[in-house]
């Protein structure tokens, strides 16, 4: 198995700005077709996403208190793998 191109990182808040614990953010859409990749917030509202191959990802939150997605461009160039980090607020 290959390293991943990048990591996507960031948190998730509810409308009034609070972190979201136990959300579930996942690739929604991405470069090349993509199995099940999602991941659960922490206590604070953070995840981690391993971005398999370089290209735009959209991800994708979607609790009881709302929805939220964004897009994210992850370039791996350079030693190391490119990293984005991304809020999403749900509404």
Not at 33 to 62: K, W
Not at 72 to 85: D, E, K, N, S, Y
């Amino acid at each position: 198995m290959s390293a991943p191109a990048g990591v996507i990182s960031g948190v998730v808040r509810d409308a009034a700005g609070d972190p979201v614990a136990g959300a579930r953010v996942a690739f929604t859409d991405g470069p090349r077709p993509l199995p099940d990749i999602a991941a659960l917030t922490d206590g604070e509202g953070h995840f981690s996403l391993a971005a398999p191959a370089e290209g735009t990802y959209t991800l994708a939150c979607r609790t009881d208190d709302g929805t939220a997605s964004a897009a994210v461009h992850i370039t791996g160039r350079g030693l190391r793998p490119a990293g984005a980090v991304v809020e999403l607020r749900l509404g």
